[in-house]
T-cell receptor
Framework: SQKIEQNSEALNIQEGKTATLTCNYT??????LQWYRQDPGRGPVFLLL?????KEKRKERLKVTFDTTLKQSLFHITASQPADSATYLC????????FGAGTRLTVKP | DAGVIQSPRHEVTEMGQEVTLRCKPI?????LFWYRQTMMRGLELLIY????????DSGMPEDRFSAKMPNASFSTLKIQPSEPRDSAVYFC????????????????FGSGTQLSVL
């Protein structure tokens, strides 16, 4: 069956450290993958898109990798700040857009 | 731009009642999506439209759910009759790409409608 799994429901890290979130998928062959941020009571907000032929994409303190062999994407936030605390969702685009359940990140000062 | 606008923000209703959720996409966007989010199932795509035409409604859970897009600036999601298991946050999203599968697809979400069916 087709699945999108984000490594953990919650991740707690200390301010200044790098947060690494994982998105694994099975039985999909997405052309590209996206990451969104969702704050409580709000809709998801687009952060980054990475295509299947791209290994890595960066935007400011954010970095995304995409390994189609491992069927995995890693999402990194470097020099994390308490303001980065939110739920992060990965999304695969195939015939439609499927979202993972999300990882709730808490950055402690 | 005001972004995607959804109304109401909160809806509390009793089982068996009709519920109508509304969405105004970003002006100029030609794709519109309805999602449902619950703790158990996460974000699920219910239906999406391209140029006001429903493209894929396979995510609509059952016949009690219906969606319309009479013009480019308005869409509704209706549940009739509503049941307690329909309680969730319903999101509308729009995109400027020509439907899913575009090479630069990204979605802009509204703030959602929190639906509680008692």
């Amino acid at each position: 069956s087709q699945k999108i799994e984000q490594n953990s429901e919650a991740l707690n890290i200390q301010e200044g450290k790098t947060a690494t979130l994982t998105c694994n998928y099975t039985n999909y062959s997405p052309a590209y993958l996206q990451w969104y941020r969702q704050d409580p009571g709000r809709g998801p907000v687009f952060l980054l898109l990475i295509r299947e032929n791209e290994k890595e994409k960066r935007k400011e303190r954010l970095k995304v990798t995409f390994d189609t062999t491992l069927k995995q994407s890693l999402f990194h936030i470097t020099a994390s700040q308490p303001a980065d605390s939110a739920t992060y969702l990965c999304a695969l685009v195939i015939a439609d857009m499927r979202f993972g359940a999300g990882t709730r990140l808490t950055v402690k000062p | 731009d005001a972004g995607v606008i959804q109304s109401p923000r909160h809806e509390v209703t009793e089982m068996g009642q009709e519920v109508t959720l509304r969405c105004k996409p970003i002006s100029g966007h030609n794709s519109l999506f309805w999602y449902r989010q619950t703790m158990m199932r996460g974000l699920e795509l219910l239906i999406y439209f391209n140029n006001n035409v429903p493209i894929d409604d396979s995510g609509m859970p059952e016949d009690r759910f219906s969606a319309k897009m009479p013009n480019a600036s308005f869409s509704t999601l209706k549940i009739q009759p509503s049941e307690p298991r329909d309680s969730a946050v319903y999101f509308c999203a729009s995109s400027s790409e020509s439907g899913l599968g575009g090479t630069n697809e990204k979605l802009f979400f509204g703030s959602g409608t929190q639906l509680s069916v008692l």
